[in-house]
């Protein structure tokens, strides 16, 4: 059974500060997306990495992916309090049958 | 706007009743899933419909039966319900593997 795991489970910071989530598996991707979700709503698709090594950069969020395809991390950089959220990845393996599993996610709270 | 909608927001039942969540997707995607998020568990994966076609049922209950009369709408029918059913039930739509799904801001059921 392939399983994601996101550490750390709780996050709270100050604002300005940086911080880095992870996200690992035993298991080889063939992609690996993140998400974030806020209270009452659903996850918000953030990036899809398909290559080992990968980096992406999305304003103050880098994104990046594994060489072995296994693991990805998430850094912020001046969290804001708008980065609040619970950070959700996913990763999907290289079967037609493959299904997108999902981390139980980062919990990040931002004080102002 | 995320592009995937889903009614009601909120909905409370008796173990007795049988009512029905509905989502929409004018994305042009050709699949469409049905998750549920309890807290401090990962998404869990419930149904799968790939052109309108189920491809996936994840060992779901019985009292939950989804229905797909085409590829933009698709209904979950809850009959006797559990307590435990209690959770965030989350539409998604995807259109091909690896590009990330577009959710719904989900369906907050209460089980009394």
């Known amino acids: 059974t392939q399983l994601l795991e996101q550490s750390p489970q709780f996050l709270s910071i100050q604002e300005g500060e940086n911080l880095t989530v992870y996200c690992n598996s035993s298991s080889v991707f063939s992609s690996l997306q993140w998400y974030r979700q806020e209270p009452g709503e659903g996850p918000v698709l953030l990036v899809t990495v398909v290559t080992g090594g990968e980096v992406k950069k999305l304003k103050r969020l880098t994104f990046q992916f594994g060489d072995a395809r296994k693991d990805s991390s998430l850094h912020i950089t001046a969290a804001q309090p708008g980065d609040t959220g619970l950070y959700l990845c996913?990763?999907?393996?290289?079967?037609?049958?493959?299904?997108?599993?999902f981390g139980s996610g980062t919990r990040l709270s931002i004080r102002p | 706007e995320t592009g995937v909608t889903q009614t009601p927001r909120h909905l409370v039942m008796g173990m007795t009743n049988k009512k029905s969540l509905k989502c929409e997707q004018h994305l042009g995607h050709n699949a469409m899933y049905w998750y549920k998020q309890s807290a401090k568990k990962p998404l869990e994966l419930m149904f799968v419909?790939?052109?309108?076609?189920?491809?996936e049922n994840n060992s779901v209950p019985s009292r939950f039966s989804p229905e797909c009369p085409n590829s933009s709408h698709l209904f979950l029918h809850l009959h006797t319900l559990q307590p435990e059913d209690s959770a965030l039930y989350l539409c998604a739509s995807s259109q091909d593997s690896g590009t990330g799904y577009t959710f719904g801001s989900g369906t907050r059921l209460t089980v009394v």
């Open positions: 419909y790939n052109f309108k076609e189920q491809t």
């Open positions: 996913a990763g999907e393996g290289y079967s037609s049958a493959s299904k997108i599993i």
